[in-house]
Nanobody
Framework: QVQLVESGGGLVHSGGSLRLSCAAS????????IGWFRQAPGKDREGIAC????????YYLEAVKGRFTNSRDNVKNIVYLQMNHIQREDAAVYYC??????WGRGICQSSDMDRWGKGTQVTVSS
């Protein structure tokens, strides 16, 4: 059974930085897509940065390009999200999601993920 555990959220000033971590345990497909999603109050969960294991390509939501970096440590099975130049609009609960069986379309959409962490809150102060 695959488990995803996020950490690293918290309170950050606008313009500041945070690094989120997602520790993955269990057995998962070599074709897995894994990444980061966020959900602000009253909004749908959106994919912001995902790694497609099929070709190691990385997708970024346009709003975070140039500010956020998604990376993976394949030895430790940890996925990181380095968040720089954080804006008020980035405040949300951040979730690690994965298509652990590799049956999805290899895209960064929440409907394609079949495992989720519990989420970590990112709060932005001005």
């Amino acid at each position: 059974q695959v488990q995803l555990v996020e950490s690293g959220g918290g309170l950050v000033h606008s313009g500041g930085s945070l690094r989120l971590s997602c520790a993955a345990s269990g057995i998962f497909s070599a074709y897995m897509t894994i990444g980061w999603f966020r959900q602000a109050p009253g909004k749908d969960r959106e994919g912001i940065a995902c790694i497609n294991s099929r070709d190691d390509s990385t997708y970024y939501l346009e709003a975070v390009k140039g500010r956020f970096t998604n990376s993976r440590d394949n030895v430790k099975n940890i996925v990181y999200l380095q968040m720089n130049h954080i804006q008020r609009e980035d405040a949300a609960v951040y979730y690690c999601g994965a298509d652990v069986n590799g049956w999805g379309r290899g895209i960064c959409q929440s409907s394609d993920m079949d495992r989720w962490g519990k989420g970590t809150q990112v709060t932005v102060s001005s």
